[in-house]
């Protein structure tokens, strides 16, 4: 493309892009459509013969709404989950972890997907504390449970940070409390007494003697954490026969400061820098032999990254399974004129010019081609509804998919592709004998 | 003679292409993989080949100075501007911003990769093919530093000589 032209194209607004890409991708259909009408009025004869087979032409235009409704639903969804899982993890702004797999830290500390990791001592997480810009540095510590829910030790800070103000009730201010997830089932006031460890092999009776009562619930941030039970760090230390951060004579304090010499160890630590900066500044700071420091959204779009010819291959196969669906349509169409082969076969012997029954024919299949289209839309809208809240409920991220521009853009280059391809049963109707079919 | 004369000239029109070339910003050949200015090191500069006027240049940054130095940005004949950027997230969109600078501590490390910290070049005055080599001027507050970026393929997600040590 000249230059003078990619400028311009660059520096037209983003939906003026989206809307010029898909009056391209609608170009071929609307094309040969005024090409193959020009001088006639075939569309007045259309609404009849589709009226005269209603049922065999509610059947075609079903196939390729569904066919064209799942296939956009799908890509959109993929789209939605991305988008889902990349909101999820922006409150962790840098994690700081011993070294080892980003991937799996960011599993377990953003996704709450536990594993056993190394711990950070008292001295690295003192280290975080003092770096330059750093406003909050909150331990997370997760291991424990409570029926399937995990039970994350942190700090009041962090909870704030992590949902803002509370909807319910107060934060918690001493081992024995914890504020609740907004999808956690429990109310304020219940007991609970944390497992060690989660799912089948979870022991209940480990923790026996530690009570703990919800004090608060967080508004809903869209991701695992509505389903965890955040309590006092210092708790999860103590239950676990540990100092719980802080000297003797301070040992009910909850939160920060913590003393590095009582600080028994954390897997993870969210770091939060007020500027986008600070944070780089602090991954290069903490990239080290001793500790790990990495953006949870890098290491997603990276994953994301080598999901793209994934995604790639889904939208070709979503075109390909609309274009052989509608192949198939077509030549159901084919032998659909036959039924009408007598009335066209009349409208010839009438007089009426080989171009206009051609016209007349394509005119039929494009309607069905855009009605089944336009349909599809409304099936893709519903289920991507559908998939969104079943996606949500399996994985506990917030998935709020939604057809747009990649879907439009999918829909349009199917339907012009489609509408070349009825060109065919318009011209082998022509082909047909006319006194024959007359004759019926 | 005057035959010789012209062979003479279009011989030495012919060598000294390549040089033509480089003082545009483009040259093809063997790149320098680290650059080094009073103990910080830059190695392993390398961008993605594109048709568009932008491309974003990685690298990796050692600060072996004995004090802290700060990336600033850039300079290039080969764009109009280089400039340090960023990727933050917002309601689950990735977006880059600009920023002013980032500092590195002494004997620490800034890793400018995909989906993270790059030097954008704008202004591209000629798309980047696999194998060329352009020049930027790492712009850091104690000084300047030249740089050869390496153009790697469209889809590279790492320099070609990523993992060697230099």
């Known amino acids: 493309m000249p230059d003078i032209l990619l400028d311009a194209w660059q520096g037209l607004a983003p939906s003026l892009q989206d809307g010029l890409v898909l009056a391209g991708l609608l170009a071929p259909a609307v094309l040969t ?95 975080i504390v003092s770096a330059d810009n750093v406003s909050l540095a909150a331990p997370i510590a997760y291991g424990d449970s409570h029926d399937g829910a995990p039970v994350i030790g942190t700090t009041p800070q962090f909870v704030s940070h992590l949902s803002g103000a509370l909807v319910e009730g107060r934060l918690f201010g001493r081992s024995g409390e914890a504020v609740a997830g907004s999808a956690v089932s429990l109310r304020l006031g219940a007991e609970f007494t944390p497992a060690h460890g989660m799912g089948d092999e979870a022991d209940a009776a480990a923790h026996a003697g530690a009570g703990t009562v919800i004090v608060g619930r967080m508004a809903a941030t869209g991701s695992p954490w509505d389903k965890a039970i955040l309590v006092p760090v210092e708790a999860v230390w103590e239950v676990h026969g540990l100092a719980n951060g802080h000297a003797p004579e301070r040992s009910a304090q909850i939160g920060p400061p913590f003393d590095p010499e009582h ?46 010819d994934v995604r790639q291959i889904m939208s070709m196969m979503a075109i390909v399974t609309q274009v052989l669906v509608t192949a198939g349509v077509l030549t159901g169409l084919v032998v659909l004129t036959r039924l009408f082969a007598r009335r066209l076969a009349l409208l010839r012997a009438l007089g009426a010019p080989r171009r206009f029954v051609f016209s007349v024919v394509w005119c039929y299949a494009a309607t069905l081609i855009g009605g089944g289209a336009l349909l599809g839309l409304a099936v893709g809208h519903v289920a991507t509804g559908i998939l969104s809240r079943e996606i949500s409920r399996r994985t506990d991220i917030l998935v709020d998919a939604s057809l747009a521009w990649p879907e439009f853009h999918l829909i349009a280059g199917f339907v012009s592709m489609t509408m070349l391809l009825a060109l065919l049963p318009a011209f082998l109707a022509l082909t047909r004998p006319v006194i024959d079919d007359l004759r019926g | 003679m005057l035959v010789r004369l012209v062979a003479s000239v279009l011989l ?22 680290v650059s080094e200015l009073d103990g910080v090191r830059i190695i392993h500069a390398w961008t993605r080949a594109t048709s568009t006027p932008e491309a974003l240049v990685y690298l990796e940054l050692e600060n072996r100075s004995g004090r802290t130095v700060s990336l600033i940005g850039g300079e290039s004949e080969s764009g109009s501007a280089v400039t340090l950027v960023g990727l933050r997230f917002r309601d689950g969109a990735a977006e880059l911003v600009t920023l002013p600078a980032v500092p590195v501590k002494d004997g620490a490390e800034l890793h400018l990769d995909p989906e993270g910290l790059a030097l954008r070049v704008e202004g591209l005055k000629e798309p980047l093919h696999p194998g060329d080599v352009i020049e930027i001027e790492v712009r850091l507050e104690s000084g300047h530093v030249d740089v050869d970026v390496e153009v790697e393929a469209a889809d590279a997600t790492g320099h070609s000589h990523a993992g060697h040590a230099h």
């Open chain 1, 263 to 308: 600080f028994p160890g954390t897997p993870a630590v969210m770091v939060h820098a007020e500027t986008l900066w600070a944070s780089y500044a602090l991954q290069s700071e903490f990239t080290t032999d001793s500790t790990m420091a990495f953006f949870p959204g890098t290491v997603l779009s990276r994953l994301h990254g080598l999901m793209g």
């Open chain 2, 12 to 33: 030495l029109a012919a060598s000294s292409g390549p040089s033509l070339s480089a003082g545009s910003g483009h040259a093809v050949g063997a790149a320098e993989h």
């Open chain 1, 33 to 127: 459509g005024l090409v193959v009408t020009f001088g006639f009025r075939p569309l007045v004869l259309v609404p009849s013969l589709i009226w005269r087979y209603r049922w065999t032409n509610l059947v075609f235009v079903a196939l390729i709404a569904v066919s064209v409704g799942l296939g956009v639903g799908l890509t959109a969804q993929e789209r939605g989950l991305r988008q889902g899982t990349a909101r999820a993890a922006e409150k962790f702004d840098l994690i700081v972890a011993a070294p080892g797999s980003e991937i799996t830290m960011l599993f377990a500390a953003v996704y709450l997907q536990p594993s056993d990791v190394p711990l950070l001592d008292g001295a690295a997480y003192q280290r």
